[in-house]
């Protein structure tokens, strides 16, 4: 997470491209942003940028990483105060004549510098009912492509919890008590749709994990770094289920009378 020493920068010629840095640092007490100068290559991430900072100016900048490819989902904060993946965001796309800001997600407490404490997340996801077969589990599961497809999106996720740090619903409302967030209403979804699961998850998703609650602001979906559409496809159809299920007064006739589950 943090270097021991610092060592000494490469020597800059005069043409060297650079630019400014304004990173946070300090931990869950407070702190402020300290400005550093990094040399600019091609190619180069914000993560790399940080990397320099930890090699030559402060070697205890705190930030979790692990693939530097975009598939572990350690590296998220906040760029010019947009939830990114700093493995993933390029400088080449950033406006390098201006200070490129750096945070860590403001959703959840801080540990330190750019490090959060994400550990709620793992807390909700124990309470979802996991996948749950038939009773007589046979081998022979056989189901139609379609069946898979949809599902399958939600596979991609990398649990960087970008959505989660965006959802205003958490992160201005502080819901957390009453709102699971989109990445666990994905996890639901792809429950919910997966063509051998025979749990009955309607009444968590409507009651626990407050479905309700998300108003399809689709910011979620924009930051997504798996490009999963995370509201269209998992939110809306889980709102949809409980709709049906609790105030379309003829499916509630037909559940009454013992048609449908
Ligand atoms: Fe990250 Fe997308 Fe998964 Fe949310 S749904 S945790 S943004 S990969
Ligand atoms: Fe939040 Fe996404 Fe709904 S940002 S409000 S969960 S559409
Ligand atoms: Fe793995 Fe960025 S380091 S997603």
Not at 168 to 175: D, T
Request: include cysteine; aromatic fraction near 10%; charged fraction near 25%.
């Amino acid at each position: 997470m943090a270097q021991s020493a610092t060592h000494e920068a490469p020597a800059a010629n005069g043409q060297t491209k650079t630019a400014t840095f304004r990173v946070f640092r300090g931990d869950a007490n407070g702190g402020q942003t300290q400005e550093y100068t990094v040399p600019v290559e091609s190619g180069m991430v914000v993560l790399d940028a940080l990397h320099y900072i930890q090699n030559y100016q402060s070697p205890d900048l705190a930030v979790r990483w692990n693939c530097k490819a975009a598939k572990c989902g350690s590296c998220s904060g906040e760029v010019n105060g947009k939830p990114s993946l700093m493995c993933k965001t390029r400088l080449d796309h950033l406006d390098l004549s201006k200070p490129i800001d750096v945070q860590p997600m403001k959703t959840f407490p801080i540990i330190r510098d750019l490090v959060t404490d994400v550990s709620w997340n793992y807390e909700v996801n124990k309470t979802i009912q996991p996948f749950t077969p038939p009773d007589n589990n046979s081998k022979d599961w056989r189901y139609y492509q379609n069946d898979v497809d949809r599902p399958q999106e939600f596979r991609k996720c990398i649990e960087c919890f970008l959505c989660q740090d965006v959802c205003h619903v958490l992160r201005n409302h502080n819901q957390k008590e009453h709102f699971y967030g989109p990445r666990w209403m994905i996890r639901l979804a792809s429950l919910e749709m997966h063509p051998m699961d025979r749990a009955d998850r309607i009444p968590f998703i409507k009651e626990k994990a407050g479905v309700g609650l998300c108003n399809i602001t689709k910011c979620c979906t924009e930051v997504c770094p798996e490009e999963i559409k995370i509201t269209d496809n998992a939110i809306i159809p889980l709102k949809e289920r409980v709709v049906d299920r609790y105030y379309d007064p003829m499916m509630w006739f037909l559940r009454k009378l013992g048609f449908i589950r």
